[in-house]
């Protein structure tokens, strides 16, 4: 009786141990780190822009970013312009980021540029090149 017991214990005990083990699961790919343009001041223009952020919706990709009049007159419009850089530095595509409706002296504006991302090669940078002003 005792010998039975041993031996459905020791089958129990073997059955657990040898229960199949689901393999470890590899941590997400980390997406590529983006570099941003730095808070720049077009001193011609007298425009300040801070860009804040980057998302990613499937294939679309947006920057976000404050642009600041900082000018002694208001704009009826602004456009700021962006271009996606690979890694080495090549143009893959532009994009902007327009207001129509005005701009008063001091006023913050929150913009949001997007672009499609369907390149065969990653970016790596977005870098800001002009604004354009319309008073």
Known sequence: MNL??????????LRVGCAPMTPPQ?????PPQISLP????????R????VDGLSRDDSRVTVNGIATNISDRD???LRLDFDVLDAS????????????NGLKVSQKWRFQASFTDSYTVN???????TITIYN
């Open 89 to 100: 530095g090549a143009k893959l595509d532009s994009f902007s980021a327009d207001l129509y």
């Open 4 to 13: 039975t017991r041993l031996i459905v214990l020791g089958a129990a005990l």
């Open 47 to 50: 425009v300040s822009v801070t």
């Open 75 to 77: 704009f009826s419009s």
């Open 38 to 45: 730095a808070s720049y001041t077009d001193t011609a223009h």
């Open 26 to 30: 590899a941590p997400p790919p980390t």
């Open 123 to 129: 970016f790596t940078s977005i870098k800001a090149t």
